[in-house]
């Protein structure tokens, strides 16, 4: 059984980092490519963030150079290193893998950036 767990997310203000952690478990880790979307109110759910298996990155445009993600593969774990924090930076954020056709998601950790 799949599962990601997200963490990290909080109350940050403007300028501030935050890192966020997904933690995958029923899968073999480092033979997948790991991503971070994020979903603002009342918007739709958006890439944020890729790492591939032999650690290709890409991000979406209003992440570069701020945003880095990365994976411990002996820990199983994807994260997502954020600084210079906007406002609109604030959504909630998921991890998430694709294996067999199917795309499996985290159950999201909020990231509010507010001063």
């Known amino acids: 059984q799949v599962q990601l767990v997200e963490s990290g997310g909080g109350l940050v203000q403007p300028g501030g980092p935050l890192r966020l952690s997904c933690a995958a478990s029923g899968i073999v880790f480092c033979a997948y490519a790991m991503g971070w979307y994020r979903q603002a109110p009342g918007k739709q759910r958006e890439l944020g963030a890729r790492i591939t298996i032999s650690g290709r990155l890409n991000y979406a445009d209003s992440e570069k150079g701020r945003f880095t993600i990365s994976r411990g593969n002996a820990k199983n774990t994807v994260y997502l290193q954020m600084n210079s924090l906007k406002p609109e930076d604030t959504a909630v954020y998921y991890c998430?893998?694709?294996?067999?056709?199917?795309?499996?998601w985290g159950q999201g950790t909020q990231v509010t950036v507010s001063s």
């Open positions: 998430t893998v694709a294996l067999g056709g199917e795309d499996y």
